[in-house]
C-alpha cells in the first residue's frame, strides 16, 4: 500500500508540473557583424574577387539578418589605391568587387565601413599559405564507432613562424600553429561525426593566417563546439575581432578582416 501510494504521489508531481515557465534569456541591441575574409586562391592572377558579408546580430534561437552598409571599401595604404564594393542583389547583405591582386597582397589594407553613420575599419596584410600534399579516407573511428576519419598532408613553410586555418566544409573549422613540425611535412586525422554515405564530396581549404586571427579563430571554434552552424554566427560570448569603431568605441563590430592564400584539395567518400 505505501508503494501504491508513493506512485501516485509521483504522478501527482509529474502532471502538477507542466505550468510554462518563463526564461529571460541576456540580450543586447544589434551588433554589426562584419564577415571579412578575403581568400586569395591564385596570387598570380590579374584581378581578385572580393566579398564581405555584412549582417546584425540577434538573439538567441534568431538567425541574423543582413545589414545594408552606406559605404565599404578597401584601400592599399601604400598606393592609396582603392576599390568600393557594391551591393548587386537588395538587402542581400553581401558586397562584392573586383581589384587588382597586387594591390590586395602587397602591403597594408583597410577595409572601411559605414553603417548608421558611424565608421568601423580594420587592417590586415596578405599571409602566403602552403599546399595540401594529400587527403586521404582513413578507417579509424573515435567514440561512436561511425565517424569518418580524413587523413590530411600538407609541409609547413619553411623559415618562418606560421599559423593556419583548416575549413573542413559543412562548417567546420581547425587552427594548427606550425611549433611541434616547423619546417616539415605534417600528417593529422580529422573525425566527422556525422555518418558521411558513400559518394559524398569533402572539399578541405588550407589558409594562411596570422597568429591574431589564429587566436580570434581558436576561441570562436571553441564556443561554437556542438554546434552545426559554424563559428561565424552570434557567439555565447562576444569575441572581438580587429574591426574598430571610430565614431563610437563601445559599439564596436564583431567579425573580422583576413586577407588568406588558400589551397584546396577534395575526396569521395568510399
Same mark, same amino acid.
Given at each position: ?147 569518418? =576519419? #580524413?587523413? +590530411? /598532408? ?5 623559415? &618562418?613562424?606560421?599559423? @593556419?586555418?583548416?575549413? !573542413? ?31 559524398? =564530396? #569533402?572539399? +578541405? /581549404? ?5 597568429? &591574431?586571427?589564429?587566436? @580570434?579563430?581558436?576561441? !570562436? ?42 589551397? &584546396? ?6
Amino acid at each position: 500500500m505505501k508503494k501504491l501510494l508513493f506512485n501516485f504521489f509521483c504522478l501527482g508531481l509529474l502532471f502538477g508540473c507542466q505550468e510554462t515557465i518563463s526564461v529571460d534569456l541576456p540580450t543586447e541591441e544589434p551588433r554589426l557583424i562584419l564577415d571579412a575574409i578575403i581568400r586569395v586562391n591564385d596570387p598570380t592572377q590579374v584581378v581578385s574577387a572580393i566579398d564581405v558579408k555584412a549582417s546584425l546580430s540577434s538573439s538567441f534561437f534568431e538567425e541574423n539578418v543582413p545589414a545594408n552598409l552606406t559605404e565599404i571599401r578597401l584601400t592599399n595604404n601604400s598606393s592609396q589605391n582603392l576599390v568600393v564594393l557594391t551591393q548587386e542583389e537588395e538587402d542581400s547583405g553581401v558586397y562584392s568587387g573586383l581589384w587588382s591582386t597586387n594591390e590586395l597582397i602587397n602591403g597594408d589594407i583597410t577595409l572601411t565601413a559605414v553603417y548608421n553613420n558611424e565608421i568601423y575599419t580594420a587592417e590586415t596584410s596578405y599571409v602566403p599559405s602552403t599546399p595540401i600534399l594529400n587527403v586521404a579516407q582513413g578507417d579509424k573511428t573515435l567514440f561512436e564507432g561511425n565517424e569518418t =576519419e #580524413i587523413v +590530411i /598532408t600538407f609541409e609547413d613553410r619553411k623559415g &618562418s613562424d606560421d599559423f @593556419y586555418l583548416f575549413d !573542413l566544409d559543412f562548417s567546420q573549422f581547425l587552427v594548427s600553429e606550425d611549433t611541434f613540425y616547423k619546417d616539415q611535412a605534417f600528417t593529422f586525422s580529422y573525425f566527422y561525426d556525422n555518418n558521411l554515405s558513400a559518394g559524398r =564530396e #569533402i572539399n +578541405i /581549404t588550407l589558409l594562411g593566417v596570422n597568429e &591574431s586571427f589564429y587566436n @580570434y579563430m581558436n576561441l !570562436l571554434i571553441l564556443q561554437s563546439s556542438g554546434g552545426d552552424q559554424g563559428p561565424f554566427q552570434t557567439p555565447s560570448t562576444t569575441a572581438r575581432g580587429n574591426f574598430i569603431n571610430t565614431s563610437n568605441n563601445a559599439n564596436f563590430a564583431l567579425g573580422y578582416f583576413a586577407i588568406c592564400q588558400t589551397y &584546396s584539395g577534395s575526396i569521395v567518400i568510399e
